[in-house]
């Protein structure tokens, strides 16, 4: 009996092997020329802005303040500003934030309010950023006559613009905690707040300050809703207080890109290069805490 | 005295009755279940009664001192003089305001000057009367609550039901915030449309707001050409390929440091990329138009906006279709290559198709995120409203023309600046619909392999 010829062996099978194994390999590569054409984008960003910037990276240019001289120009009015316009936001959407968190995770009861509660945060969360400068606008400056271009009011709007995300990165740490250790104190006699608050919040808050952290850093990166209100004032005096006219980092490289002045160039350059370090920092400062925080139950 | 001087006094009359208060409770405890609440419950019962009455006569008299200071004033000898029009009388009124606050302020009217004494003697007037109100309003709550400390007294229940109140609010802001957009949108809108005709507004082909033509279609078009189809065409395919290598071909090692990598991409600030776009992409795009024949390109153009807001949004793409594709079950893919298919056969035949719900889902997302995106396009795409399908020409989005119309010199119920809100509540409902379109389908996609 002779056995019929296996197939697999046949050079016309060979052939289709062949072809299908080129294709596996093709695809592969779209994969990683993917990857490559990304970061070599990156690459190049980061690499012509360190070039044309690093040169007009000195003590004068962090120390100073906007001026029309390309020469004289700073950027400690606008990093001034930046630092004041976080502060009032990381005061407004941290605290609330959280409490929002910790009520939707904790407290609240299935009901279609709760829902609709959670439907809004997360559609806050994917809303551009330029309406919620149109709702500073609206709402702070022309119904309320809060100062215009001031920290006080370009933190509140970002204030809302960041609280979603943090309630989100909130109510995800919160929800990690395992739910053993809120039996374990309410078995001992503690009440539900004191749960929350004695136990559960403790160790959900370096999750939660990561959230804020990166939330921030979008913050702080943001340009659009301040320009709706109005915060590209020409500061060539760092602002003193919440409710002086003042700029911030990523506007101070709006507003010199667009001056006609070639010496500007190496101005917004630099300019970029402190916001990127700033950005990395906090960024990093999120990595690190998640690393030396996070507990894998 | 100064606002913030009162709240530092408050604060500090709370710190004393919280002490005060856990002292008394802590005499109070005389053995094991001899009182309801802890002694800290008692601490903050009495604390919060200080503070919160203090606080509430505070932000009253905030509303209205200003008005009693006001009246004051115009009683004074000194504004005898003041002219009857309305706007002369406001305009003095006001620099005068201005300068008894800020003695540097500029001086323009004499008559402004004159009234600053009466000004300052009212400020201080009310100030006290103000700060004294606080001051009675603490203590008064203060006693009260410390009368209430008893060893039966349920301090805890009190303090929890309030904290429980403030958690509830703070929950409630998101709702306020909706509602907040929606209505600030929808008000400006409304008087937009009572001057223009929305019809016209939503189908007009000439957008020229200096001439009060508002056609806006050019502006959708070009948001739709630079936001959903040039960014779309540079993100998919790169962001789809680069999540498919990591999660199917990468070792978990280079998973661990591309991953991260890719995402630096997300993290760096729009203003930077417009910069880049502006700066360095837009005079290659006019540099390669003009050497494949095109007369006369412009330096701004929807080609380079487009390309560097798909690479922008590559890493959305990416962790959305990473998402999509690890939640489609092992089982899928293995029967898939225990059958003889290829990775790459599993993964176009079995993997995409039936990730593909979240795949599309992430792409509207990003979308929704494309044309939303202001910085690059108000420094890369130009102002002209251009109704063509050339990339290489000058095209002007939604969020460049609302950023143009609100911050040059604005009078605010000119429908130049009004149809700004138009535009706004116009892209907001898109995102909004996309946004709702995509969550629903993501949470159905994933009930489905759960």
């Known amino acids: 009996m002779s056995k019929p010829e296996t197939k697999w062996q046949s050079p016309v099978m060979a052939q289709r092997l062949a072809k299908r194994y080129a294709a596996e390999r093709r695809f592969k590569r779209l994969g990683v020329l993917a990857i490559l054409v990304s970061l070599s984008f990156l690459a190049f960003l980061l690499v012509s802005m360190l070039a044309k910037g690093v040169g007009g990276l000195d003590l004068a240019f962090l120390t100073g303040s906007d001026s029309t001289e390309a020469s004289t120009a700073g950027v400690w009015g606008a990093a001034k500003g930046s630092l004041l316009t976080m502060l009032v936001t990381i005061a407004l959407a941290l605290p609330m934030g959280v409490l929002a968190a910790i009520y939707l995770e904790e407290f609240a009861p299935k009901n279609r309010w709760v829902d609709l509660v959670e439907v809004s945060i997360n559609n806050l969360a994917a809303v551009p950023s330029i309406i919620f400068g149109l709702l500073g606008l609206a709402v702070f400056i022309n119904t309320f006559n809060l100062p215009r271009s001031s920290p006080l009011v370009g933190g509140m709007t970002l204030a809302l613009m960041t609280m979603p995300v943090i309630v989100i990165a909130g109510r995800n740490a919160i929800k990690a905690v395992p739910p053993s250790i809120r039996d374990a104190a309410l078995a001992v006699g503690a009440s539900k707040m004191q749960t929350v608050f004695h136990h559960v919040l403790p160790l959900a808050l370096p999750g939660i300050l990561t959230g804020s952290i990166i939330g921030m850093a979008r913050a702080l990166g943001e340009t659009a809703p301040l320009l709706m209100i109005g915060m590209r004032a020409f500061v060539s005096t760092p602002p003193a207080g919440l409710t002086d006219p003042s700029s911030v980092l990523p506007m101070q490289i709006f507003l010199w890109s667009d001056e006609v002045d070639r010496a500007f160039v190496q101005n917004t350059s630099a300019a970029i290069i402190v916001l990127l370090v700033f950005l990395l920092a906090m960024n990093g400062l999120a990595i690190y805490l998640r690393n030396k925080f996070e507990t894998r139950w | ?450």
């Open chain 2, 1 to 450: 005295m100064s606002a913030a001087l009162l709240l530092f006094l408050v604060a500090g009359l709370g710190l004393i009755g919280w002490l005060v208060a856990r002292a008394k409770a802590q005499a109070l405890y005389t053995g094991r279940r001899s009182m309801h609440s802890r002694p800290v419950h008692h601490g903050w019962h009495l604390a919060l009664w200080i503070a919160i009455p203090a606080l509430l006569g505070m932000s009253a008299w905030g509303a209205l001192s200003p008005g009693l200071i006001h009246s004051a004033v115009l009683a004074d000898p000194a504004a005898t003089s003041l002219s009857m029009m309305d706007m002369e009388r406001n305009s003095i009124l006001s620099e005068a305001y201005s300068i008894a606050q800020n003695p540097d302020a500029p001086v323009f009217n004499p008559e402004a000057e004159k009234l600053v004494p009466a000004i300052r003697a009212a400020n201080q007037k009310f100030g006290a009367i103000g700060a004294a109100l606080v001051v009675i309003l603490a203590f008064a709550g203060g006693a009260f609550g410390y009368t209430r400390i008893r060893a039966d007294f349920p301090a805890r229940t009190y303090v929890e039901r309030l904290v429980l109140g403030l958690l509830l609010i703070a929950s409630l802001l998101a709702i306020f915030t909706t509602v907040g957009i929606i209505a600030s949108l929808l008000y400006e809108t409304g008087i937009f449309f009572s001057k223009v005709n929305a019809f016209e507004f939503l189908t007009g082909l000439h957008w020229s707001p200096a001439n009060g033509s508002f056609g806006a279609v050019p502006l959708f078009w070009g948001t739709i050409f630079v936001g959903a189809i040039i960014a779309m065409i540079v993100a998919i395919p790169l962001g789809l390929m680069s999540a498919i290598y990591l999660t199917q071909y990468a070792s978990a090692q280079m998973r661990r440091i591309l991953k991260p990598l890719l995402e630096i991409l997300a993290g760096i600030p729009t203003v930077v990329y417009g910069y880049f776009a502006a700066l360095t992409v837009a005079p290659m795009v006019r540099d390669f138009a003009s050497a494949i024949g095109i007369a006369n390109p412009s330096t701004e153009s929807a080609l380079a906006a487009g390309l560097v807001m798909g690479i922008m949004i590559i890493p959305f793409v990416s962790s959305m279709a990473d998402d999509s594709i690890a939640a489609v079950p092992q089982a899928m893919r293995d029967g898939s290559l225990a059958m003889g298919a290829t990775t790459s056969e599993t993964i176009k035949r079995v993997m995409i198709p039936a990730a593909l719900p979240g795949i599309v889902a992430g792409v509207m997302l990003a979308i929704s995120r494309a044309i939303g995106e202001t910085m690059i396009v108000v420094m890369a795409a130009g102002a002209a409203a251009n109704l063509s399908a050339n990339p290489f020409a000058s095209m002007t989005t939604v969020t460049f023309q609302i950023v143009q119309l609100l911050t040059g010199d604005q009078e605010f119920d000119s429908p130049k600046t009004l149809s700004a809100f138009a535009l706004g509540l116009v892209l907001f409902v898109v995102t909004l619909t996309l946004n709702i379109i995509a969550l629903r389908v993501v949470k159905r996609f994933r009930e489905a392999y759960e």
